[in-house]
Every structure is written in C-alpha cells, then in structure tokens.
C-alpha cells in the first residue's frame, strides 16, 4: 500500500411518500457558484473546526466540502435500502465504537465452527477475509521485480532504478527528519526554560525579551510552527511519525532480505491458488488496520450517535478484506479480494491503495470487469505522487494502452479545505483523462483502531469520501446501475470558482499553476446534494 500516500415501504401509503419524495427532490435545480459570494475561511482554521470540513456547504462555509447535510435535508421522509460496501485494505477495527454496528455479517456462516458453513472456500468468514494472514509489511513490487533476478523482464531496470531512487531518498528523509526533530526539540527547551512553563502561545512568544542569538532564532522557528495552528506536540509526533515511515521503508519494504510471503503457503504467481489467509479482517496488531479503520470511517461512522465523527453514508454494511500490507500489495490478493467482496454482495468497493508496477495486472482487469458484470462501483484513490496519471503508470488503472475498458470505476484526487490557489492538495495525483473527480483529502478526522480518531491526509481519505455518497445514491435510488451512479458524481459536482490552481512539482521543484478544468476529467469537486438531486432525476 502506497499510502498515497463503510426496506421499501410495503404498505401503499408508504411507496406514495418515497417516490413523491423523489419526484420532489428531481424538481430541484442542481446547486452552481455562477454568481454567488463564497464566504471567507478563517485565516488559521482550529483542528475542531476541520473535523467537519469535508461535509460542509462551499457557499455557507466557505470550505469546499461535499454539502452533505443539505443532502441529507431533501432525503428526509425516502426510505432506503442497505448497501455493502467492501472495503479493500489493510485491515479493519470490527469493534471500533462508531464501526462495530455497521460491520457486514455473513448470513450464511455460522460463527467459529471450523466449518465453511457457506461453501466458497473460506472457513468462518463471519465478518470478510483477510489474504494476508499474519503479515503486516511486505517488500515494494519493484523489490520483489529485482529479488527474482530475471533480468529479462522488461520491467526490470525501471525496478532498478526506482529501488536505487527510494532507497536514497528514505534515508535523506531519515537524516531530514532527525535534524528537524532535533532542532524543534532544542529550541522548545530553550523556550520553556525561559518563560518557566512547558506550553506557551504565540502571545507569550511575542513577549520574550530577546537574549541571545540562538532564543531569537528558536522564537522565529516556534513562531512559524506555531502559527500554523499546530502545537509542538502534534509537530513533534508527525516527525515520529514520519521516521518510523521512512525506517520501515528500509526495514521491510526495500529490504530485499525481507520475505514474508512465505508464512501463507500459497503461490502468489498462481491466481487459481484462491484458499489461503484466515478470517481476522482486523490483522496481527491494532496498528497495521489504521488506514482501513480511517477509511471505513470516513465511507459510514455510526451518524448522529455523539461519538467521535459522522461518516457519510447511513444504511451502510462494511465488508473488510485484509488485502494491502504496508508496502505494496499482491495483484493476486487484489483480485481476490474484488472478487470476494463482489460474490459477498457489495455494489460499492473502496480501494485506497495503488503501486507503480504490477506484473498479473491481467487478472486486476478480469477482476474489474467482473465488478462491471455485476453491478460494482470501483472508487479509487488517484495516488499522492504529484504525477499527472495521464503521463505515468499507476495500478490499479481501468485502461489497457489508453483505453478505458470499464465505465464502473471511477477514480479521485485529492481537496485541501483551503478555497484558494492551495485547492487541490499538495500531494495529489491528477489527469485529464485517468482522474475523474476531486474530494476533500486533507486533514480528515475519522476512526483509527481502539475506539480512537484522528486526522489523516491523502487521496486515500478523498476515495471513501466518494465512496459515501455512492453508497447514499445506492441506499436511496437502488435502481440505478454502478455506470449511472459514475456519470452522475462526475456530472452532479461543483465546477470551482478557482480557475487555476497551484500542482506540486515531481522532484522537488516547485509548484505551478494549472487550470483546474485540466486536472481531472469532469473539472468538478464532489457535491453529495447535487448527486442526490441528479439521482432523483434519472432514476425518474
């Protein structure tokens, strides 16, 4: 996983109230910026106040969220259906207080009986699958390219060289990361000594009688850091954050003495060796379903419970299969793992992860089509690269040599909450023709393992966001085809008043403005009230 980066009315009366519901709602005209004011953000946003961002209303709030609670207003009284909604990740907190009463239960299984009570080969899978047993990390494609040592492979100096790359790069990172923490630290006891107590404001900084040439400089630095509305704490735990990343990089992803594949006994070249993994969707430990948790979170937290977050969807059940370690995934696991939650009965799959190579990109493509075959909205994450997806490979992908061989996957790129030249978030992957919609993917508070929450960013928060309301549409206008419920997030989306935004340059250099119309293929940003009125009036 790069992380790049969840009942009809019978009676009469009642299906009266649900379709003249809908025909009220299609009378409504979708919702555009022409003309309109949008009202000014504050300058340095609290972290309270971003945790509801990415659901409020641009032209209430100024935040480019999706609107949800307006779309949730003109659903009042339109009863729904429940959808699944397989989540294909790393993991999943099953017990997690705002998930565990909306986790998928197999019907046909019975609980812990040693017995594949439902026939398809997985022995207890009460709650999903889990292909990945007891791994957490695992090598990089390119890795297990070069371990092979099939020099032939035309893939195989592309491996090289991007090995040797992010080998050099997660050891500056490593050094990088050090010297900051080591200065932070430094000039945060200087400060503390001086003003005789651990935390201090911006206010106390201004204050300070200066002394020294080195208080003067770590005033400056805590006062950039500071003003950035984040405290030395969180500072300090992102640098931790952020070393035990690059150290686990070279620990396990890049080390190519590293090979745990081999405690599942399968043969990951054979995609009809299917049964192997076990039925913990949750993973060895709490940590390794972080990114899962998060993203089932953000897709369907119990709404309205006064705990933690609201997900986005309501009458949702999340399917989770383990199938993306921190590393990159297996195409077999992946194919799989579609398949599993297809045959399960999801008509909405997450997919937050993606890599570079991908050599049985074959039997992906099979598997996505047979998610077309039956109904399946694919929502992927476009990737945190800074790549232009038009001009670089990233897997999974719906196109074989340019062209697009299925219309139910949709993939998505990534929002800051700032409406400005800073709308489209730093890391993001774009593409006028291989991305197809922008969501908020910057700062999003939602679920981590062990009844926590906390604020995460990448196209890997943006994805769930659209997932959500592809599950809304589905939950309340169960008629329409994946394809349709596609065209109209495309479709039904906002088009910014911002026209060019700035886009994060490869390699460190430095940024450049770019229309926004040309980062993605509908030009828009994710509006769940337009979606919800657009539903209404195709499914007419």
């Known amino acids: ?320 299969v383990r199938a993306v370690p921190y590393g990159d995934e297996y195409d077999k696991d992946v194919a799989l793992a579609l398949r599993y939650a297809i045959d399960n009965g999801a008509k909405v799959i997450n997919t937050s992860f993606g890599k570079e190579f991908s050599p049985h990109k074959e039997w992906v493509y099979d598997a996505l089509k047979y998610a077309a075959k039956k109904d399946v909205l694919i929502v992927n994450a476009a990737g945190n690269e800074t790549k232009n997806m038009d001009t670089n490979t990233s897997f999974p992908d719906d196109n074989i040599n340019g062209k697009e061989f299925t219309d139910t996957m949709i993939t998505v790129g990534a929002l800051n909450y700032k409406y400005n030249e800073n709308l489209v978030a730093e890391f993001s992957n774009y593409g006028k023709n291989n991305v197809d919609l922008f969501s908020p993917g910057v700062e999003i508070y939602a679920t981590v393992p062990e009844n926590k929450y906390k604020f995460l960013s990448g196209t890997s928060m943006a994805s769930p966001e659209v997932a959500g309301v592809a599950a809304l549409i589905r939950a309340y206008f169960p008629k329409l085809k994946a394809r349709e419920v596609k065209q109209i997030l495309m479709e039904s989306g906002i088009v910014p008043t911002i026209k060019e935004v700035l886009i994060g340059e490869e390699e460190g250099a430095e940024s450049k403005l770019m229309p926004f119309s040309n980062l993605s293929k509908s030009g828009r940003i994710l509006n769940a009230y337009n979606a919800i009125i657009l539903a209404a009036k195709r499914s007419k």
């Open 1 to 320: 996983m790069n992380t790049r980066k969840p009942i009809f009315y019978v009676a009469l009366s009642g299906l009266m109230v649900a379709c003249g519901g809908a025909s009220k709602i299609a009378s409504l005209p979708l919702e555009t910026l022409d003309g309109k004011t949008i009202p000014s953000q504050s300058a340095s946003p609290s972290k309270e106040e971003l945790k509801s961002w990415p659901h409020q209303d641009l032209l209430t709030t100024g935040y480019p969220g999706i609107s949800l609670e307006k779309a949730y207003k003109v659903l009042e009284g339109r009863k729904a259906k429940t959808v699944i909604v397989g989540v294909v990740d790393s993991g999943v907190d099953i017990n997690h207080e705002d998930l565990k009463s909306i986790i998928w239960t197999n019907p046909k299984e019975i609980p812990n009986n040693g017995i594949d009570d439902d026939k398809n080969g997985y022995v207890d899978d009460v709650h999903g699958w889990n292909f990945l047993g007891e791994i957490n990390q695992d090598n990089l494609e390119y890795v297990r390219i070069l371990k092979s040592g099939d020099t032939n492979n035309p893939d195989y100096k592309r491996a090289e060289k991007t090995y040797k790359k992010e080998y050099q790069e997660s050891q500056e990172g490593i050094e990088r990361l050090t010297q900051i923490k080591e200065k932070i630290s430094m000039s945060d006891a200087l400060i503390q000594s001086h003003l005789a107590k651990k935390e201090y404001t911006l206010e106390d900084l201004d204050k300070i009688n200066i002394e020294s040439t080195q208080l003067a400089d770590a005033v400056r630095g805590m006062k950039r850091l500071l003003s950035n509305g984040v405290t030395v704490k969180e500072t300090l735990e992102n640098i931790e954050d952020g070393l035990k990343y690059y150290e686990d990089r070279i620990k396990y992803n890049l080390n190519k003495d590293f090979s745990p594949r081999k405690i599942l006994k399968d043969n990951p070249d054979d995609i009809n060796d299917k049964i192997y993994g076990n039925n913990n969707v949750i993973g060895p430990t709490a940590e390794g379903a972080l990114h899962g948790t998060h993203v089932s979170g953000i897709i369907a937290a119990i709404r309205h419970n006064n705990i933690g977050m609201d997900g986005v969807a309501d009458h949702v059940r999340i399917l989770p």
